[in-house]
C-alpha cells in the first residue's frame, strides 16, 4: 500500500475529556498535513472543527453517545441532528448495550434504523460501534446481522474506552457477518503500522487510532531503509 492509501484508512483521533481549543487546531492540522480522512471528534468541538478543515478534504466525525451508548433512541437522534448542523459529516454512535444483553434486538434494529434514517437523509456517513470487549459471538453476529439488513456503513469494533480495543477475531468475525453490505472499522489499541496492516488484512477498511502520525512516520521510515 502507499502512503496515502494508508492515511485515508486513518480516522485522526482526539476524544480526551481534556482536550483543548489549541488541541484540536492541532488535531485539524495534523489531519491536514497527513491527509488522514477524518478527525473523529465528541460532538461539541465539530463546529471549530468544521471551521478549521472546511477547505480541506478532511472529514468531521461526531461521536455519539459516547463513550457508553447508555443514552435513549430520541437522545442519540437529536445529538446526531445537531453535529450535523454544527458540521459534521460523518457519524460514530455507540449503540446500546444493555437492550442487547437483554436479547431485545428489536430496540437495537431500531436504534440502527433512526440513526442510519437521519443520516441517509443529509448523505451523512454512519457507523455502528458495537464495543465488542463487552459482547459474545453471538451477540456481535446478531448486530453485524442486524447492520446486513440496515445498511449503515460500517460497523465498528471500539470506543476506546472500553476493556479492550480491536481484536483481529473481531474485525474477522464482524466482517464475514456482514459481507460486501456493510465495511468494518477497527479502533482502540491500533498503535503501530503492523497493527493496521493485519486488521486491513483481517477486514478492516477504516482504522481509528490517535496513533497515525507515528504510523505514517514507521511507514516512511520503512521505506527509505
Do not use: W
Request: glycine share 6%; proline share 2%; net charge negative.
Amino acid at each position: 500500500m502507499k502512503e496515502k492509501e494508508i492515511a485515508q484508512l486513518i480516522d485522526h483521533t482526539l476524544l480526551k475529556p481534556f482536550a483543548t481549543y489549541a488541541d484540536f487546531v492541532q488535531l485539524c492540522e495534523e489531519a491536514k498535513t497527513y491527509q488522514f480522512k477524518m478527525v473523529a471528534i465528541n460532538s461539541y468541538p465539530v463546529k471549530q472543527c468544521a471551521k478549521h478543515l472546511a477547505s480541506s478534504n478532511v472529514h468531521v466525525g461526531a461521536a455519539i453517545g459516547f463513550p457508553l451508548g447508555q443514552t435513549t433512541i430520541a437522545t442519540k437522534v437529536f445529538e446526531v441532528r445537531d453535529a450535523i448542523a454544527n458540521g459534521c459529516d460523518e457519524i460514530d454512535y455507540v449503540m446500546n448495550i444493555t437492550e442487547l444483553k437483554a436479547g431485545n434486538l428489536a430496540y437495537i434494529e431500531q436504534e440502527m434504523q433512526e440513526i442510519v434514517d437521519v443520516c441517509r437523509n443529509h448523505q451523512i456517513l454512519v457507523k455502528v460501534i458495537l464495543e465488542t470487549c463487552y459482547l459474545t459471538d453471538e451477540e456481535k453476529i446478531a448486530v453485524c446481522k442486524i447492520a446486513k439488513r440496515v445498511k449503515p456503513d460500517f460497523v465498528k469494533t471500539s470506543t476506546g474506552f472500553g476493556s479492550a480495543g480491536a481484536t483481529l477475531e473481531d474485525v474477522t468475525l464482524m466482517k464475514k457477518t456482514v459481507g460486501d453490505a456493510v465495511a468494518v472499522k477497527a479502533a482502540g489499541g491500533i498503535r503501530t503500522l503492523d497493527d493496521l496492516l493485519a486488521m486491513v488484512e483481517a477486514g478492516a477498511s477504516r482504522i481509528g487510532t490517535s496513533a497515525g502520525i507515528a504510523i505514517i512516520e514507521e511507514y516512511r521510515k520503512r521505506h527509505h531503509e
